[in-house]
């Protein structure tokens, strides 16, 4: 069992910076696969940032790419998402997810087996 609690959420202008993270209870964490997603408002869960479980492979979308740093500590069980050059399409409701080691898609949001309650990133024009 991993449980998940996102921080770092807030309002911020466009331009802006803002680094999320989630920390993970559970000794084998740095077993599991991790993940971001976001939903804004009236919209799906989409994909933005995965790391795997050593933090050896990286993946971004697109409309994040080069604005968005994904990163972990497992001796610290928390994984990061640093978000500069935000901008107002960026504002959704971020959530942490993770799933163990193993062939997964992690694009895919159904590949994951564990959430957190998600954090508020709010930006500003």
């Known amino acids: 069992q991993v449980q998940l609690v996102e921080s770092g959420g807030g309002l911020v202008q466009a331009g802006g910076s803002l680094r999320l993270s989630c920390a993970a209870s559970g000794r084998t964490f740095s077993t599991y696969n991790a993940g971001w997603f976001r939903q804004g408002p009236g919209k799906e869960r989409d994909f933005v940032s995965a790391i795997t479980w050593r933090g050896d492979s990286t993946y971004y979308a697109d409309s994040v790419k080069g604005r968005v740093t994904i990163s972990r500590d497992n001796a610290k069980n928390t994984v990061y998402l640093q978000m500069n050059s935000l901008k107002p399409e960026d504002t959704a409701v971020y959530y942490c997810?993770?799933?163990?080691?193993?062939?997964?898609?992690?694009?895919?949001?159904?590949?994951?087996?564990?959430w957190g309650q998600g954090t508020q990133v709010t930006v500003s024009s």
């Open positions: 997810a993770a799933v163990a080691r193993g062939s997964w898609s992690l694009y895919t949001a159904s590949s994951y087996r564990y």
